[in-house]
Structure formats: structure tokens, C-alpha cells
């Protein structure tokens, strides 16, 4: 649990479901010995995190500061249980990575059924999303007229868009949708009635909506705690996992120099290298927060990052769908089919003017890979050959231009 404003960890539970010590003993029907047991959870794994959070909240509550909000993940258990064990007047408010999440998995499945809606688009309609969650804070009116613009401006219906953020409004005149393919709108309509779908979910909770806050800290704490308890070990069976665990807190709230003063309080030389890297460390850190925040470093990561985009779909282009991001996500065999890596053309070689011309035409059953030929023809000067063949596929009932 991350204060809001000083970014410190104010608590922090473990729950550990084994103990090696205690599981050894009982498979030999032993007594167990005396230890440091750790374990303290024998539920589900959904259930840990409501129970770890009533706790800490309760904990807080009593010691330090009176919790009025938090801000976590659509888990309405949670919210429950606080309300019936803590205080009835927690507040709750939205994660927005979270809501994010929710969005990029809708959008994703949805582009099973419709081609149109490429990686491009869906970025596109993320990018507008997350900007209109962040223009219309605090007011819940104008984000439910922002979830239903949503799904109609970029199929060029600007009925519900606002003139400080939609350039055909500002200048109808050289409008072009800089991010959609072509800078054209979209038209697929079946797609259009997805969208309204997918946006028009959110409006009864419009409010959560317009007070989003982020839990990038906690990320950013978990990664430290992965560095330190990496998932591929297993840590759990004693102590080892607490103590893992409170390093990466105490090197959150003290910074690096937090093992020179664990030295200095068991009684041991705090040491002049470990203060010295520690202190290096933290100040590589704070020069890097700084360059962070800066508006230049910013500028330059969007440049880079829709630099990469535009190299992601261009490669995906040629390379077709199987390498291309996502696939995991909708995996249809039948669409996966790589283009083939470019021929050289053949050698040219210079007319002498004694040459005989064959013209030859193919018709086939459609334009696919899987396509047959259906009738060959060719013509040599008066001579002409022209047989039809009888497919191994069906014919389609459409005709092919
Ligand atoms: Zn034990
Ligand atoms: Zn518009």
C-alpha cells in the first residue's frame, strides 16, 4: 500500500500459503521442531489480496493515518469487505492501466471479426481513449459525451465531438484522421455497432471514469520485489520470502543505502563500499528521475515509440500476420499465411529479333493461394490452343473480376 503523496510504502502484508519445515514433519508423521514459521494463509489465492488489504487497512487505520481512499482494480470483493470491516466510508477509485487492460482485451477480441480493425486502429482508438479519460477529469457529463464520440468520430459523425479536441470541428476543410490508415474514417459499419458496443460499456460508470488515479508505484514496487524474489525461485517455504520482500520496501522508502543501515542496527560495521554504492546508486537514480520528468525526454519517447510503430506494421505488412504483435491473443489458423520471401527476377536477355512469341492467359477459380486453374489458352502466330480443365476445388457462386 503506496501513500499518494509522499510515495512511500505505508504497509505491506505477505501471505505465505507453505512452510517447508511443517510440510517435512508431516509427511513423516514427525513432531514439528521449534522454527520461524511463516505460513499464514490457507484459503484460495483469489481471497489472499481482499484479506491482505482489510488488514493493512485495518493496521493503518489504528496506527498511523485514517485510509478515506484507494485506489486498486475492479475487485468489488475488496471494496465489499472494507466496507463491512473497516470503515463504510472508504472511497474507491479506479486504476486507469487497469481499465486499460479491460479496453485492449475487448478491442483485441473484437478484431477477430473485423479486418479493418488493425493493430493501427485499435492504438488509435486507446490513444483517444486515455486522452479523453484525462481532458474530462471530474466531470462525468462530458465523459459519457466522450465514450459516445468515441465510436462515432472516426466514422466522420462529429455530432457528439467537442471543438477543443476534434480537428474536423476546428477546420472541416483540411481535416484528415492523422492516425487511421490513409487518413481516411473508418466504414465498416458492423464494426461501427462493436465499438459503441465496447466504448458505450463504460457509461454507467462515467463517475469512475473521471477520477482515475494510476498505480504505476505499485509496478514499479512489484518489479523491485520480482528483482529480489524472482518468480522462477521458490522463496515461499520460509522466512526467506519476508525478508526478500522487506528489502525491496526498505530500499523503496530509504533508497540504496538501506543495507548500511541494516548493518548498523544488528551491530555490524555499516561498511565504507556498501554506503559508498549505496549513495552512488541513489544519486544515478534522482538524475534519472529527473530526466524522466523533463519535457525533452518526453517529446523524444513518443517520436521513438511511434517511430517503432510504424516499423512494427510495415514489417507486419510483409512478414503477414503469423509474427505480428497480438497474434497470441487471436490465433486463427486459417489466417495465418506468410508471403513468401521476394525472387530475384530472372536474367533479361537482349531480343535478337529472330524470336517466336507465345501469349498465354489463365483463368482460375479465384485469387487465393488455393486457387485452381480453370481453362489455359495460348496463342503462337495462327496457331491457338485453348483446353478447360476441371478444377479440384469448388467453383466460388461470386464471380471474380
Ligand atoms: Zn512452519
Ligand atoms: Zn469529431
Redo the contacts with the bound molecule.
Sequence with gaps: MIGKNTGKVIQYAVRSKKCRICDEAKARHEEVRAHDCRRNWSGSAKAMESDMVVDMMKDCNQKCAKVSTVVGDEDTSTIARLHREVDPSILKKSDNNHLKKILANDLYAAQKKHRQLSVKVIKYLQKCFAYMCQQNRGNSERIEKGLK?LS??PY???S??SSN?????KNPDSFRYKSLPYGRALTDPDLQSDLMHIFEKFLPHADKLSSLESTQSNESLNKSIASKAPKSHFYSGSENLNYRVSSAIAQKNIGNTYVAKVNDVVGLSPGKHTLSLGLSRDRVLKRRREMISSKTYKKRRLELKSARQSCQSAQEVREGSTYSTSIGLNADASDINEIPAAVEAPEMKSLTGGEEYIYFDLETTGLGTSAHITQIAAVKGACSFDVYVIPRNLLPKRHHP
Excluded: P, Q
Excluded at 479536441?165 to 470541428?169: I, K, P
Design positions: 464520440a462515432r468520430h466522420g459523425d462529429h457528439f465531438c479536441w476534434c480537428g474536423y470541428l
